[in-house]
Nanobody
Framework: QVQLVESGGGLVQAGASLRLSCEAS????TAWFRRAPGKEREFVSA????????YYSDAVKGRFTISRDNSVNTVYLTMNNLKPENTAVYYC???????????????????WGRGTQVTVSA
């Protein structure tokens, strides 16, 4: 069973930075999704198992960076120049097993963390 634990969320002002962490029970294709109040869950970023391939939504490209440290089975999402519209619960998700293909749709991910709240004030 894949276990994922997110951390690093908080309340910040617009323009600030945050780094989210997702500690996993192994090395998996991993993605970040978010759900803003009143909106559907949306893809943010994803990374393959060795960190060589990364993917971003257009909304965050250039401001967010996904990375991983496989020595501690942790995937990071560094978020710079945060905006109020980035306020959401951020979820880490993993494909599990030996799956190596990165997907940007939530239905491709079988394992999910509980989420971490990010709130950006104007």
């Amino acid at each position: 069973q894949v276990q994922l634990v997110e951390s690093g969320g908080g309340l910040v002002q617009a323009g600030a930075s945050l780094r989210l962490s997702c500690e996993a029970s192994g090395r998996f294709v991993t993605a970040w999704f978010r759900r803003a109040p009143g909106k559907e869950r949306e893809f943010v970023s994803a990374i393959n198992q060795d960190g060589g391939n990364t993917y971003y939504s257009d909304a965050v490209k250039g401001r967010f960076t996904i990375s991983r440290d496989n020595s501690v089975n942790t995937v990071y999402l560094t978020m710079n120049n945060l905006k109020p519209e980035n306020t959401a619960v951020y979820y880490c998700a993993a494909r599990g097993g030996r799956i190596t293909i990165v997907q940007t749709v939530s239905r491709a991910y079988s394992f999910w963390g509980r989420g971490t709240q990010v709130t950006v004030s104007a």
